[in-house]
């Protein structure tokens, strides 16, 4: 059973990798989001909107 893949299994993987490169090159830091790009990637969340449509296919709108 395959599941969907999240905005936190995406940021997570992401800063996995960061990290094994870190470390391949010998640099140990722990690498995290500052807040305020987390607080961005999740107020941008709320405001898209994706709609699906057989006739006019999809569209993506982001909201103000």
Do not use: A
């Not at 990290?19 to 898209?48: H, M």
């Amino acid at each position: 059973m395959t599941y969907p893949i999240t905005l936190e299994d995406l940021i997570n993987h992401t800063f996995e990798e960061i990290e094994i490169e870190g470390r391949r090159r010998g640099i140990y830091k722990k690498v995290t989001p500052r807040i305020g790009i987390i607080r961005n990637v999740f107020n941008y969340s709320r405001t898209l909107y994706i709609h699906r449509s057989n006739l006019i296919g999809t569209r993506i709108v982001v909201l103000n």
